[in-house]
């Protein structure tokens, strides 16, 4: 049982474009949501987080918004690159008492220059 | 500071054989955890360690074994290799033991199990 579902699969977006990708969680103990950037032939890397106490949260390029009601949250890339082309992984995890991430099942991004 | 390394980066084997991964992290982290990534399932967590000493399961443990040989070093031990553990195994390592903090990933390990 997929304890964070990942949507959509794949996503391929025009260079300049934004790239959205949606991730949902059934689990009221997670309260620590990181996404997770891996290049072909390399291990993940993180590459932002929320906690469910704020409902955004920006990076650069790179926001987080959380919807805590809803159980869900999404990555979105503004003004998308070439360079961005990755797979994105969404992840979950109570944040004390436990060592596990969950991790959603990815997105392949590709962007078209 | 290499980071977190494994070897091999490619191992194919046979239907019943044994095999060790190696991994080894630089940093002094407490924790170290192995994942099997597979298409359309993302990452599962295997075994984890949250000290020297100690292992815990993950989601997917089942014909596996870990060993915590010191702070550095984790390995994980297919010992009658079967093809549904073809995979890409990924070790990684936290600084803390709780689940915020951030894991750092090694390059991974492509395994084919005939």
């Known amino acids: 049982q997929q304890q964070v579902k990942q949507s959509p699969q794949s996503l391929i977006v025009q260079k300049g474009g934004i790239s959205i990708i949606n991730c949902a969680y059934e689990?009221?103990?997670?309260?620590?949501f990181p996404w997770y950037q891996q290049f072909p032939g390399k291990g993940p890397a993180l590459l932002i987080a929320?906690?469910?106490?704020?409902s955004e949260k920006k990076e650069g390029r790179f926001t987080i918004s959380f919807n805590k009601s809803a159980k869900q949250f999404s990555l979105h890339i503004m003004d998308s690159q070439p360079g961005d082309s990755a797979t994105y992984f969404c992840?979950?995890?109570?944040?004390?008492?436990?060592?596990?991430?969950?991790f959603g099942t990815g997105t392949r991004l590709t962007v078209i220059p | 500071n290499a980071g977190v390394t494994q070897t091999p980066k490619f191992q194919v084997l046979k239907t019943g054989q044994s095999m060790t991964l190696q991994c080894a992290q630089d940093?002094?982290?407490?924790?170290m955890y192995w994942y099997r990534q597979d298409p359309g399932m993302g990452l599962r967590l295997i075994y984890y360690?949250?000290?020297?000493?100690?292992?815990d399961k993950g989601e997917v443990p089942n014909g596996y074994n870990v060993s915590r040989l010191n702070k550095r070093e984790f390995s994980l031990r297919l010992e009658s290799a079967a093809p549904s553990q073809t995979s890409v195994y990924f070790c990684?390592?936290?600084?803390?033991?709780?689940?915020?903090?951030?894991?750092?990933f090694g390059p991974g390990t492509r395994l084919t199990v005939l």
């Open positions: 940093m002094n982290h407490n924790s």
């Open positions: 990684a390592s936290s600084p803390g033991r709780g689940g915020s903090d951030t894991q750092y």
């Open positions: 360690s949250a000290s020297e000493g100690t292992t």
């Open positions: 929320i906690r469910p106490d704020v």
């Open positions: 689990n009221t103990a997670f309260d620590y």
């Open positions: 992840a979950a995890t109570p944040e004390t008492g436990a060592n596990n991430l969950f």
